[in-house]
């Protein structure tokens, strides 16, 4: 019985970021694929003004590609992709960050077909909207909102978020080092921008995104903590973990800990794969809970 874990990014990201994982997974004999959510990676539509000398007056009117792309479509993507793996086993369904809200939709929408979820530093909202969970205590911890990065336009505008993961300032390297990769190198840090997108949709479905008992919370799920996070702080991983399991207390969040940044994880993945590795189905033993 070999399983397929299903790889989700996070936002202004692509299925690039799982590269390292999915090479990981597959050398240890699983089935692993990184996906594609609806206007990025290769189906992403890039700004003209973005690439080379970039341009601000085209970057600040020219009208996004993400525009009118929502959690629905996002829902209707991975499904889509679910369907196709489940036919072959066994599915883990994991999510990074932002991720984590087409995780919880997936599951409210189509539980029978996730095995396992797993969630990445990621978003998992039950009790709250994204907007009051980032206005909360837990997230005053955050770094994002101090890199120095601002709207290159104005969302209702162009549709989109639209940022500038191509800045030469040094300062806004500094803080980005910082608050995503504290614990790796600046060549490390360009890499990983070189493969973020200017453009991130707008349109979040909050009702859809919030965990439901019925149907998401039948799904076994894992939480991996990062504990070094200074973009979704430890203290909000671990408020979600409790809203779920409270919602839940039948289905306990199987929670485990790695020492990494936001994004460390993925451009060294060996421990994260190793926990990969102990949650393919056939190694699970129903009801087990570990922490650390």
Sequence with gaps: MVTTFVLVHGSFCNSAAWAPTVRELTLRGHRALAVDLPGHGLGATIPSGYLGTQDPEALATEPSGMAGIGTADDVAAVTEVLRRARANGPVVLVGHSRGGLTLTAVGNAVPELVDRLVYVAAWCCVDATVSEYSAGPENA????????????????????????????????????????????????????????????????????????????????????????????????????????????????????????SHVRFQIHPGEFVEILDELAPAKVTPGRQRVG
């Design 141 to 260: 911890e955050s770094l994002l909102g101090d890199t120095g990065l601002v709207p290159l336009a104005d969302p209702a505008q162009v549709g989109a978020i639209r940022l500038n993961w191509r800045t030469g300032d040094p300062d806004v390297l500094d803080r980005l080092q910082v608050a995503v990769l504290a614990d790796g190198s600046r060549t490390e840090l360009l890499a990983y921008l070189h493969h973020q997108e200017a453009d991130e949709t707008i349109s979040v479905d909050e009702a859809a995104t919030r965990g439901q008992a019925g149907t998401w919370g039948r799904i076994p799920r894992t939480y991996v903590r990062l504990t070094a996070d200074r973009s979704v702080p430890p203290a909000l991983q671990d408020r979600f973990i409790a809203e779920a399991d409270a919602l839940t207390p039948d289905n306990p969040t199987d929670v485990r800990s790695i020492d990494s």
